[in-house]
């Protein structure tokens, strides 16, 4: 039986874990509740983890995208940049034969600014689906150069040489939410190839309801699908599978994925 107490927070807390609970017991492992506080909190905090980039020799480029959780559409626009122009450097400055994109221990955040910045490797267009209703519909996502979920932002609108080179396209046990968004946003382009293990299986879009006390219900509604309209409703299994959780540029999935990469 849920218990009330005079205080508010404490109270608010109990009927949050209430209504989660409820939640998972149906099933749905990806909703939550987030106060106004700790999302200003995130908001004004220093970026934990940043895009980086390396060139690996051989023609190979890597690119690591890590989780994206800023509440802030500025800090969202240098995320989103510092991919695209980190992409632009190593496609200056080498001759590139194929890229890895390493989404490993991704744990989520926004998935726009994922899209927008590897939106420098491909070709604008849907590059995933959201799935909902009985009916199964799909809404698509929509990948343009130059814009953050459709809108216009402050970021670099450099595109690769060669778009038709090879990716491989890297994923673990711990990429999961928006990162695993981020892979699928890739997943059915004949140059792409996926290597590690099973994602963390939380392919479920999450939409906003504020409440009025300025917190938020993040409730997870639809489950996603490629470009190709394949869905992914419970996880993303690898073409490829890679029982190794290093998580470094030099592990067994990095090998498998720079042989692939060299295969003429």
Known sequence: MLSLTADDSVSKQALYNFYTAKLRAAGDKHSFFIS??????????????????????????????????????????????TIR??????????TIAGWIVDLRHNTGGNMWPMLAGLNALVADGTAGYFVYGSKEKKQPWLNENGKISGKSANISTYKVKNN???????????????????????????????FGQTSAGYTTANYTFNLSNGDQLQLARTYVADRTGKGYPE???PDVFIDDLSNTRNDRVIDAAKAWLLEK
């Open 235 to 237: 996880n993303i299994k």
């Open 85 to 94: 122009r980190i992409i632009q450097k190593l496609d200056t400055e080498n």
């Open 164 to 194: 038709s080179l090879k990716i491989a396209v890297l994923l673990d046990a711990r990429t999961g939410s928006s990162g695993e968004m981020a892979v699928v946003s890739l997943l059915g382009l004949p140059n792409v190839k996926s």
């Open 36 to 81: 106004g506080k700790r999302m200003k909190q995130i908001a004004e905090s220093p970026v934990a983890e940043r895009p980086q980039g390396d060139y690996l020799g051989d023609g190979i480029a890597w690119v690591k995208v890590p989780r994206c959780l800023s509440f802030n559409e500025v800090k969202d626009a240098h995320f989103a940049d």
